[in-house]
């Protein structure tokens, strides 16, 4: 799937995903490839970004999430 990571000043992630774990308001969540459709709120804590046998981590204060046709949008501060 593709996902975006962008704050308001850049793009953090830009490519191709496997899996992705978000801290939302109700406790954590994995997206995966043909997730259905949502929209989401996200608190203070670490994105998981998975590809392959390489992971990486993110520190975000919150954001919101779009999750449509295999693509991720994440809009964090």
């Given at each position: ?36 459709p ?23 204060n ?16």
């Open positions: 799937m593709n996902l975006e990571i962008i704050t308001p000043d850049k793009a953090i992630y830009k490519g191709e995903a496997d899996l992705v774990q978000l801290p939302g308001i109700d406790g954590s969540f994995e997206i995966l490839q043909n997730h259905a949502m929209i989401s709120a996200l608190d203070k804590g670490k994105i998981k970004v998975k590809r392959g046998n390489s992971e990486e981590f993110y520190e975000i919150g954001g919101v999430i779009e999750v449509l046709k295999n693509k991720v949008l994440v809009l964090v501060q």
